[in-house]
């Protein structure tokens, strides 16, 4: 069985919400908040799957938790061939539309640059309305945005089918 660690940085409490439902959903997964449990990157060597969530802030930059993490994987590349990583996080997409969920594209970003397997989880645009998204790559999402300011009612149904797309794809 693959171990899993669900590794989050949620200021205003959406995305560590959303982490502790995909907690439920994966079985024996692990989660880590950025803020109290991280360590260091050596961490994310203990799971074959990574989960990440961020939300976006500012100019679509990563929570802030994030921040001191992506530096120095950034810098230092950590060999993370081999895991398997999924992305998910908050954004508003009318309020801050024009970087909605953007800080997951620069997450995709670092972990493929370290060699991790990216590509498992991403999830259509439609129902999104946003003016541009860094996450959007091919078409589509780099993994589940999540809008509890404008959609709150659909949070919980697309956790559940984004969980239900990555065990496929992972094959977990």
């Known amino acids: 069985m693959a171990k899993i660690g669900i590794f989050v940085g949620s200021s205003g409490g959406v995305t560590l919400a959303a982490a502790e439902k995909l907690e439920m959903l994966f079985d024996?997964?692990?989660?880590?908040?950025?803020?109290?449990?991280?360590?260091?990157?050596?961490?994310?060597q203990e799971f074959d799957v990574l989960l990440i969530g961020s939300s976006t802030w500012g100019q679509g930059d990563p929570q802030r938790d994030w921040v001191d993490p992506l530096?120095?994987?950034?810098?230092?590349?950590?060999?993370?061939?081999?895991?398997?990583?999924?992305?998910?996080?908050?954004?508003?997409?009318?309020?801050?539309?024009?970087?909605?969920?953007?800080?997951?594209?620069?997450?995709?970003?670092?972990?493929?640059?370290?060699?991790?397997?990216?590509?498992?989880?991403?999830?259509s645009t439609d129902e999104y309305t946003y003016k541009y998204s860094y996450a959007e790559k091919g078409g589509k999402f780099c993994g589940l945005p999540i809008d509890d300011i404008n959609q709150e009612e659909?949070?919980?149904?697309?956790?559940?089918?984004?969980?239900?797309?990555?065990k496929k794809e992972m094959k977990i």
């Open 154 to 166: 659909l949070t919980e149904a697309r956790l559940i089918a984004w969980a239900n797309q990555v």
């Open 28 to 44: 024996g997964a692990k989660l880590i908040n950025m803020e109290e449990d991280y360590e260091d990157i050596e961490q994310f």
């Open 71 to 123: 530096y120095e994987m950034d810098h230092d590349e950590p060999d993370l061939s081999g895991k398997k990583v999924a992305f998910f996080g908050a954004g508003d997409q009318k309020t801050h539309g024009e970087f909605f969920v953007s800080a997951l594209g620069k997450i995709e970003d670092i972990f493929h640059k370290c060699g991790a397997k990216t590509g498992f989880g991403h999830w």
